[in-house]
């Protein structure tokens, strides 16, 4: 009898060998300290989780200017060096491997967020339709970004292969490019965010340019095989439409095959996404596009991650809710045990409650 390929079957991720399949996705926790600095607090977190077959960070900034959220983690200065260090060392010591996220977040910034507060950049000078601003002094309507400089591309690709360097100085094992979810990359890559006439806008060769300097000069830091790359095609979260997000993301992925990387993190359309009225393309279809390791995302839960996996949909699945609120989740999908719910109210900022206090299982010696 063969045994079908599962979330526990082990797999060989660029230069390492996960004993498991079970992905921890990248999730914001706002609980990073001043000078937005990992704590020991955020360590306890990720080591926590250290069973994941890889865990990949929170979003983190490459600059200042990319931050969007009260106390999300930067990669750009000295101190956060050293703050990630003590994260990647706890993951280590319990035999984990960890990728950082990259992020700038473009126009979903706020002037508040902003060093001098000057206005966030984006591709084109448009604020997103719906929603608001998440700033330290609470929610406040976005303001219209300004559109960046053709000039000052150069500067934005340099920043991403900044923080790939400092998160090779952390300890890392790799790092993940944020291309999804409406943040900056996304906003270049679609064409309701993009209007440019220069050579970063209007054709979908031109929209994917920045996405591909930045991946590209990222390569150069850290070797193809310790890079991954996330991205959305049917989302609508921060106002995001494409007019053809099949042709978008056909073209993209497939240009991305020039780099052999780690892996494409594609994201599941998801109920949000539907009724925004989103193209909806379920990431099995770009399956085809990508000649390498796909890590799917979405709504997943133990028995449908294995069925995609069986079926060779995807190679990988990330969980986010599930993982947050469950800190041994593969161990209790082996085990077939019941599951810690997640508590939305804790999700975004905080202390230790709903953050490090979720409940492992109790070891047990048979
Ligand atoms: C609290 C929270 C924070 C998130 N932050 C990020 C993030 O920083 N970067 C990112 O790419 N996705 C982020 N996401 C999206 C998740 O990675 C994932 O796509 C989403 O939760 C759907 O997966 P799930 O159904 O397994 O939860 C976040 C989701 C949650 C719930």
Sequence with gaps: MSLAINLFSPLQLGCYTLPNRVVMAPMSRNRAGEGNVPTALNATYYAQRASAGLLIT?????TPYGQ???A???IHSPEQVKGWQRVTEAVHTRGGRIFLQLQHVGRISHPSLQPNGVLPVAPSAIAPEEGEAATYEGSKPY???????????PGIVEAY?????????AGFDGVEVHGANGYLLDQFLRDGTNKRTDAYGGSVENRARLLLEVTEAIVGVWGADRVGVRLSPSNTFNSMTD???????GYTINALNRFGLAYLHLIEPSEADER????LTPTVYFRPFFKGLLMTNGGYDRDKANAAIARGDADLVSFGTLFLANPDLPERFQSDTA???????????GDERGYIDYPALELQVR
């Design 58 to 62: 929170e979003a983190t900034q490459v």
């Design 68 to 70: 969007g959220y009260p």
């Design 72 to 74: 999300t983690p930067g």
């Design 143 to 153: 303001v219209t970004p300004r559109a960046l400089e053709t000039d000052e591309l």
């Design 161 to 169: 292969r900044q923080g790939a360097e400092n998160a090779l100085a």
């Design 243 to 249: 007019s053809d997000s099949k042709a978008t993301f």
């Design 276 to 279: 925004h009225g989103g193209t």
């Design 339 to 349: 599951l810690n719910a997640p508590d939305p109210s804790t999700f975004y900022g």
